[in-house]
């Protein structure tokens, strides 16, 4: 079974600009989450989606919203990019968030903003 | 808001040697994570603990998880230089249906 993929790896952006980045689950997950990861503030929740709805957010501002269609392939987009917005961004999958939180990672793609 | 804190933050050890991680918290989670992330990957989940006192084994890794399900650790007997990575623990909070992760623990092994 192939993994939790994200697209692209990595991105160069500079302030102000806006970034999609792409994950696809592992087939037959029908939960996304996705997270930002930095050295300073470690790994924080950004939001989840199940069969296309938001169902949790984390606290991030309105600049940072995301989607999931129908084949559970998910987007998250950052508009007016900020110094601050370079970090790790992680998507994870799961068949359905439960008490487990047993959750599969992908790569991840590195956005740097200059 | 759940915190969970790990430690120690950094440990560099000689090959052969054990250590153990540690997660805390104030917070009751229905179960806990363990990841491992090497750089510029994404975390590989270890084990995933769920019941109070649970103990489970990996190879050379022992996994506790807390009486009171509010902490856990983790325990390397005769580390090896592949053991090296970011250890992570996260907490599940069903009622909030999020995972919250500790800072992680940054382990380096010496050959």
């Known amino acids: 079974k192939a993994g939790v993929t994200q697209t692209p790896r990595y991105l160069i952006k500079t302030r102000g600009q806006q970034v999609t980045l792409s994950c696809s689950p592992i087939?037959?997950?029908?939960?996304v989450s996705w997270y930002q990861q930095t050295p300073g503030q470690g790994l924080q929740f950004l939001f989840e989606y199940f069969s296309e709805t938001q169902r949790n957010k984390g606290n991030f501002p309105g600049r940072f919203s995301g989607r999931q269609f129908s084949n559970s392939r998910s987007e998250m987009n950052v508009s007016t990019l900020e110094l601050g917005d370079s970090a790790l961004y992680l998507c994870?999958?799961?068949?359905?968030?439960?008490?487990?939180?047993?959750?599969?990672f992908g790569p991840g793609t590195r956005l740097t903003v200059l | 808001t759940q915190l969970l804190e790990q430690s120690p933050q950094f440990l560099s050890i000689q090959e052969g040697e054990n250590l153990t991680v540690y997660c805390n918290s104030s917070?009751?989670?229905?179960?806990l994570q363990w990841y491992r992330q090497e750089p510029g990957e994404g975390p590989v989940l270890l084990v995933t603990?769920?019941?109070?006192?649970e103990v489970k084994k990996l190879k050379r890794l022992t996994f506790q998880f807390g009486d009171a399900r509010k902490d856990s650790s983790l325990h390397i007997t005769a580390a090896q230089p592949g053991d090296t990575g970011l250890y992570l623990c996260?907490?599940?909070?069903?009622?909030?249906?999020?995972?919250?992760f500790g800072d992680g623990t940054t382990l380096t092994v010496k050959p």
């Open positions: 087939s037959g997950h029908r939960s």
């Open positions: 994870a999958s799961s068949y359905n968030r439960g008490p487990t939180g047993e959750q599969f």
């Open positions: 996260a907490g599940e909070d069903t009622n909030a249906g999020k995972s919250t």
């Open positions: 603990v769920v019941t109070g006192g």
């Open positions: 917070s009751v989670f229905s179960s």
